[in-house]
């Protein structure tokens, strides 16, 4: 984890009068929550984050030499029914999560520099245990950025959807016009260009009497030979 920490404080979580503390930034759709897992409330970044203790808990934060997307859990136990089926009513999908790692020094206070960003993603499932031990618990399964590149872009190949991404590009404006198109590549079918038998004599050789009979057959003049 060093690699993601400033030096004093890979030097201060090496010291022996530390605490570790795991702050919690959860964006629902009806506020944002601040919290972290220790007693008390800290101010930290103009906010005021509450302790829940032992009622809540954050799983392992993985990381990995691959490009792998790595979900957290977080947990909060201990609720009554009230404040549980307020829980599940909150808008939460695809809702920001941020984890900080803060180190306390012997006053109980921020060492510089810190909390620091260690995690963050999006919140993806939530889930109720009813009738625990001591309470209802809440289970938050937050999913990392990188589970974003699994996802569809919900995005077609159409003009409506280029339209809305990129408004008045022409790319895709005559795609319609190809449905049940037939296209003959390499076909004489006529038209008003200068190669149109109709519109004058053909200058590519294929008169009367030209090898491969290109007036005749209406298609294209091959000439082989070298040139002169």
């Known amino acids: 984890m060093s690699d993601r920490l400033s030096s004093n404080v890979a030097t201060a979580v090496e010291a022996a009068n530390v605490n570790l503390i795991m702050l919690a930034k959860l964006e ?13 409330t800290y101010t930290w970044d103009g906010q005021s984050w509450l302790g829940v203790g032992d009622l809540g808990t954050i799983s392992s934060v993985e990381e990995g030499v691959d490009v792998s997307p790595y979900a957290l859990t977080l947990t909060l136990s201990g609720l009554d029914s009230g404040i549980s089926n307020e829980a599940l009513g909150e808008s939460y999908y695809q809702r920001p999560v941020t984890i900080y790692l803060g180190v306390l020094d012997s006053t109980d206070s921020f060492i510089s520099n810190t909390p620091v960003q260690i995690w963050a993603g999006h919140m993806d499932q939530m889930n109720l245990t009813v009738g625990a031990d001591g309470g209802d618990a809440v289970q938050l399964v937050a999913e990392s950025e990188l589970a974003r590149f699994n996802l569809s872009s919900n995005m ?73």
């Open 28 to 40: 629902f759709g009806s506020g944002t929550v601040y919290v972290h897992n220790g007693l008390g």
């Open 156 to 228: 077609m190949f159409t003009n409506v959807s280029l339209q809305q991404q990129y408004s008045g590009d022409l790319f895709f404006s005559h795609l319609h016009n190809l449905d049940n198109f037939s296209l003959k590549w390499g076909t004489y079918t006529g038209g008003n260009g200068p190669g149109d038998k109709k519109s004058g004599p053909r200058t590519d050789g294929g008169g009367a009497g030209a090898s491969g009979g290109g007036a005749e057959t209406g298609k294209p003049v091959i000439e082989t030979g070298s040139p002169g």
